[in-house]
């Protein structure tokens, strides 16, 4: 089996493994593998979207999307006047 060697991780992401490790009873070794096996096996969900737009979207657009009522048009109001 190969052996990996990480250099300079930043120690806030040391804490993050520590703490993850803890949280599911194994080493940080055993998360660590268990997170790349996790990240390289194509099982993982799809990443989050970036925006509010294509968030919407993923959860729609699977059931064939969504019909909205529009609200009546108003008549446009006339534009303020600043006369003294």
């Keep these: 089996m190969a052996s990996v060697t990480i250099e300079n991780i930043d120690e806030t992401l040391v804490q993050r493994l520590e703490a993850r490790a803890a949280a599911h009873g194994r ?23 970036d925006n509010l737009y294509d968030a919407i979207r993923a959860i729609v657009e699977p059931i064939g999307g969504i019909e909205l009522k529009l609200a009546p048009r108003q008549p446009v109001r006339d534009p303020p006047t600043f006369d003294l």
């Design 27 to 49: 080493s940080i070794e055993a998360e660590a593998k268990d997170i790349l096996s996790a990240a390289l096996s194509g099982d993982t969900p799809d990443r989050a979207p």
